[in-house]
């Protein structure tokens, strides 16, 4: 998140965190978006403010702008710039969960269902699965691997990326930028942090 704004809303409390269990967050979708990116599921986090990848902690917003994808470091809060960038936010579930492991495997092929008529009806050029496990699960690919996927998700291409999870050591922001920027690069975006 930029350094020079902080979140609209306060910290959620323990209780608020306990009863945002099995809520949901609303989509960021907009018709023909340049890349749709699909969360695992919401966390607590986010699901108690209803905006996703709200937590603190969390590398995404920091990912995506090392990654060009926008000009600075947003906020969760900042719905309408990041589509405006020609970019979207779903989740393959739905069902906010303290940790992704909590998802029975039917949940996430459940999801992929989802996923392919949400990018049916939305029409996004990309379609951008933040988690390998959740992907291999959701469409029974066993050997797919980050980066472009000769399957489409309705008629969007796929680019699988690692999760920006904490959890996720394997990355740091840093690495995970570059990971991401080489999406960017695939689908002709600029590179916003020049702009």
């Not at 306990?18 to 949901?24: C, K, P, V």
């Not at 902690?57 to 589509?83: C, I, N, Q, S």
């Not at 990355?171 to 995970?176: D, F, I, S």
Request: aromatic share 8%; hydrophobic share 40%; proline share 9%.
């Amino acid at each position: 998140m930029s350094p020079e704004s902080s979140p609209p809303y306060p910290r959620p409390t323990p209780a608020e965190l306990a009863a945002a269990r099995d809520s949901e967050i609303d989509d960021w979708l907009r018709p023909d978006l340049d890349v749709l990116f699909c969360g695992i599921n919401p966390g607590l986090y986010s699901a108690a403010v209803g905006l996703p990848f709200a937590n603190p902690g969390t590398r995404y917003w920091k990912a995506m702008h090392a990654a060009g994808f926008t000009d600075r470091v947003l906020g969760p809060w900042e719905r309408d710039v990041f589509l405006d960038a020609g970019l979207g936010m779903t989740n393959v579930v739905r069902r906010a969960t303290a940790r992704a492991d909590e998802l029975a495997p039917e949940e996430i092929v459940d999801g992929g269902r989802r996923l392919v008529e949400t990018a049916e009806t939305w029409r996004p050029r990309w379609v951008a699965v933040l988690g390998l496990g959740a992907y291999r699960t959701a469409f029974g690919d066993r050997r797919a691997t980050t980066g472009p996927q000769e399957q489409r998700i309705g008629p969007a291409r796929v680019w699988l990326l690692p999760n920006p999870s904490g959890l996720n050591a394997h990355h740091t922001v840093a690495t995970l930028g570059a990971v991401y920027a080489e999406l960017r690069e695939a689908a002709g975006l600029p590179d916003r942090r020049r702009a």
